[in-house]
């Protein structure tokens, strides 16, 4: 009886007739299992973390790891100029043209990744950290170390996790997705070592973070290299005719990375930083966490669909488009609704999770919620554009309208401290999501032309 039952819900998720979809959905519940894992090891970790160090080293830790989100965009967009043009070569079986993609961005990425790890290993002893973190409660020395070897790990992250995005890219994210939870598992046992130790400081804090990623990402390439042979990068498979095709998809990817990407979100935490004081960065940090949320869950339901997206596009297949584009919307809308009951208890979270410790006013959390859905909607609308390729007006807008959002913050000077900030950072989504929203509308209607269509 509950064998038939669960086999009827089986069939009603995974219907047997949309393969497109059935192998989205199949994804899509994997990836909530990973993220969920993801998401209480993340949550565990701040008040380990702060056992480690106090509220003003906690906010230097959130500045860093704002800094290596920045880095994590240096690959030019390679990634996702690859992950485009491989879902295309693989939905028309073209396996030859497939691995010379896959070779020709590994390379390309590792003699990047090299360039980076020498610029900062020359440059970086240069920079007064204490000026940059806005704080003495640390060593020169000691925030120098820390920095550098953040970066460097994670330059050579740059280097191996594309290996996960192969797996984006044959519409299977969940295994990027395990990866990604495993990392983060290993992330907190060293956080509980150190502890244990009583001796921690920053700079193991810094190890814990970003040394597990690596290790598990470049030990995954060998699995997967053997069971999918016609993905193995190799010297003879380098195409510089296929790279120019990458190059220039993916500096478009990496133009929208910087701006919406990196500036708006990656430099939040610098700005808070500046204008308000580390301590604030803690109370915005921990805000963030909670209602991102909604960001995780929401891009656990949309991943599946940007490569499904291009499968669809490359096979002409435009009602599936509009069909999952539409269930796309309605998921948003359901966030939204989760979006105002966090909020509501909020208060009451927080006061679980890390007691009287640091207190998050109500107005943070508002406008922390305001910004998190924005971005989600957004997100909804170039998840489809990124898929079809169509980039060119969200280069144009993302550009724009960081400008607009960096004018507006330094104009405010920190006048209206941490909200003022994250406000900004709301609306400038929200008038990005509106024209992207257009293109959408023109692309369902078949009736995108000219820029619309580029």
Avoid at 81 to 98: P, Q, S
Avoid at 206 to 211: C, K
Avoid at 219 to 241: E, Q
Avoid at 264 to 279: A, D, E, H, M, R
Wanted: proline share 3%; glycine share 6%; net charge positive.
């Amino acid at each position: 009886m509950i064998e038939a039952i669960f086999e009827r819900i089986k069939q009603a998720i995974l219907p047997k007739n949309d393969n497109r979809t059935r192998l989205a959905s199949i994804n899509i519940m994997v990836s909530l299992i990973a993220k969920g894992v993801a998401v209480l090891t993340s949550f565990a970790l701040v008040p380990l973390t702060l056992r480690i160090l106090d509220k003003e080293l906690y906010g230097v830790w959130l500045t860093i790891s704002s800094i290596l989100f920045w880095f994590t965009f240096f690959d030019i967009g390679l990634g996702n100029g690859m992950r485009n043009y491989l879902a295309e070569a693989l939905a028309v079986k073209d396996y030859t043209k497939a691995k010379q993609y896959v070779s020709t961005t590994f390379i390309l990425l590792f003699l990047i990744a090299l360039s980076f790890a020498i610029i900062a290993i020359i440059f970086l002893p240069w920079l007064d950290f204490q000026q940059i973190y806005n704080t003495t409660t640390e060593t020169q020395e000691t925030l120098e170390s820390a920095t550098l070897t953040a970066i460097l790990l994670t330059i050579a992250f740059l280097a191996v996790r594309n290996v996960g995005t192969l797996y984006v890219s044959m519409q299977m994210p969940a295994v990027n997705d395990a990866l990604g939870v495993l990392g983060s598992v290993f992330t907190l046992l060293a956080i509980f070592l150190i502890i244990l130790s009583a001796n921690g400081n920053i700079l193991w804090v810094v190890a814990a973070y970003t040394i597990p990623p690596v290790v598990l990402f470049a030990l995954a390439a060998v699995p997967t290299f053997r069971k999918y042979p016609y993905l193995r990068p190799t010297a003879n498979d380098l195409n510089f005719s296929l790279g120019k095709n990458i190059v220039s998809k993916g500096l478009g990817f990496f133009l929208i990375q910087i701006t919406s990407c990196l500036v708006i979100y990656g430099s939040s935490n610098l700005f808070v930083t500046q204008y308000c004081g580390p301590v604030e960065v803690t109370r915005y940090g921990i805000a963030y966490k909670f209602f991102n949320l909604l960001t995780v869950a929401y891009t656990v339901f949309l991943t599946p669909y940007w490569n499904a997206y291009t499968d669809a596009y490359a096979k002409n297949d435009i009602d599936w488009i509009k069909k999952t584009f539409r269930k796309t919307m309605l998921g948003w809308g359901v966030l939204a609704v989760v979006g105002v009951c966090m909020f509501v208890v909020a208060p009451f979270f927080y006061s679980l999770w890390i007691g009287d410790e640091v207190v998050i006013p109500w107005s943070v959390s508002l406008v922390t919620m305001a910004y998190i859905l924005m971005f989600n909607l957004n997100s909804c609308a170039t998840f489809l554009i990124n898929g079809l390729n169509k980039i060119r007006v969200q280069m144009i807008t993302s550009v724009v309208f960081t400008v607009l959002y960096i004018v507006a913050v330094i104009t405010i000077d920190g006048r209206y401290g941490i909200e003022g900030i994250v406000l900004s950072m709301a609306i400038t989504y929200f008038l990005m999501t509106v024209i992207h929203l257009y293109q959408c509308r023109l692309f369902l209607q078949q009736k995108a032309k000219g820029i619309w269509n580029k």
